[in-house]
């Protein structure tokens, strides 16, 4: 993929070095010159520019990239950002980190961001994800909790221990997408028997995790 950053601070520059690090194509774009240090990330292009302005982007071609992460330090800023790429430029990711997490109510579609990520909400799920059995944990949320990344753990009284994949009646608009289980990554293939200790990953919509919560744990077994 081809992904503009915009802003070249450390997390800026740290998401270049991970993107790059997977084979992707990025332009970091920073306005501020004293931050602008192509020798920090070699591998990437660089553009010294307000991102704010249009025609900024347009010199910077934004419509040839499949994904825009905002991630400066202003929340004014990456929500502006976010909003030229959308409806300007049609760009058909946006990512966005939240600074101040007051402000997170405000990373909408409206403002033309697709996902939007707060370091306090990633770090308390992180959390809940290592230490919660049974329960339904939400890991991340893609446009506005339409649709959620959510973990549950199995808890060795589950009555889905020893039964096969294909026999969880999994709500719709739920795709159970990995199973976690010690070091090994597990395709979900229907005949892939579960086990107590797995961690499943699910994207599911979000009105319907209560309902994810019940199957996977019936009559309070979990």
Same mark, same amino acid.
């Given at each position: 993929?081809?992904?503009?950053?915009?802003?070249?601070?450390?997390?800026?520059?740290?998401?270049?070095?991970?993107?790059?690090?997977?084979?992707?194509?990025?332009?970091?774009?920073?306005?501020?010159?004293?931050?602008?240090?192509?020798?920090?990330?070699?591998?990437?292009?660089?553009?010294?520019?307000?991102?704010?302005?249009?025609?900024?982007?347009?010199?910077?071609?934004?419509?040839?990239?499949?994904?825009?992460? %905002?991630?400066?330090? /202003?929340?004014?800023?990456?929500?502006?950002?976010? @909003?030229? $790429?959308?409806? &300007?430029? *049609? !760009?058909?990711?946006?990512?966005?980190?939240?600074?101040?997490?007051?402000?997170?109510?405000?990373?909408?579609? %409206?403002?033309?961001? /697709?996902?939007?990520?707060?370091?306090?909400?990633? @770090?308390? $799920?992180?959390? &809940?994800? *290592? !230490?919660?059995?049974?329960?339904?944990?939400?890991?991340?949320?893609?446009?506005?909790?339409?649709?959620?990344?959510?973990?549950?753990?199995?808890?060795?009284?589950?009555?889905?221990?020893?039964?096969?994949?294909?026999?969880?009646?999994?709500?719709?608009?739920?795709?159970?997408?990995?199973?976690?289980?010690?070091?090994?990554?597990?395709?979900?293939?229907?005949?892939?028997?579960?086990?107590?200790?797995?961690?499943?990953?699910?994207?599911?919509?979000?009105?319907?995790?209560?309902?994810?919560?019940?199957?996977?744990?019936?009559?309070?077994?979990?």
């Amino acid at each position: 993929m081809r992904v503009a950053i915009v802003g070249a601070g450390a997390v800026g520059r740290s998401i270049a070095s991970e993107l790059l690090g997977n084979g992707h194509a990025v332009m970091l774009i920073e306005k501020n010159g004293s931050r602008v240090k192509p020798k920090a990330v070699p591998g990437a292009e660089w553009v010294q520019a307000d991102a704010c302005e249009v025609t900024s982007l347009e010199e910077a071609q934004l419509a040839s990239c499949d994904v825009v992460i %905002a991630a400066t330090g /202003d929340d004014k800023a990456n929500l502006v950002v976010s @909003l030229l $790429a959308k409806t &300007e430029f *049609a !760009v058909n990711r946006v990512v966005a980190r939240v600074k101040d997490p007051r402000n997170e109510w405000l990373y909408t579609e %409206a403002w033309g961001v /697709d996902v939007a990520v707060s370091t306090p909400r990633v @770090l308390a $799920a992180l959390v &809940e994800e *290592a !230490v919660t059995v049974g329960d339904v944990v939400r890991l991340m949320s893609f446009r506005k909790g339409a649709a959620n990344l959510v973990e549950i753990t199995l808890a060795e009284d589950t009555p889905w221990v020893g039964r096969p994949v294909r026999d969880v009646p999994l709500p719709q608009e739920t795709v159970l997408t990995t199973i976690l289980r010690g070091e090994r990554v597990i395709n979900p293939d229907p005949d892939e028997p579960l086990e107590a200790g797995d961690e499943l990953l699910f994207v599911a919509h979000g009105d319907i995790e209560e309902q994810l919560q019940r199957v996977m744990c019936p009559d309070g077994s979990c």
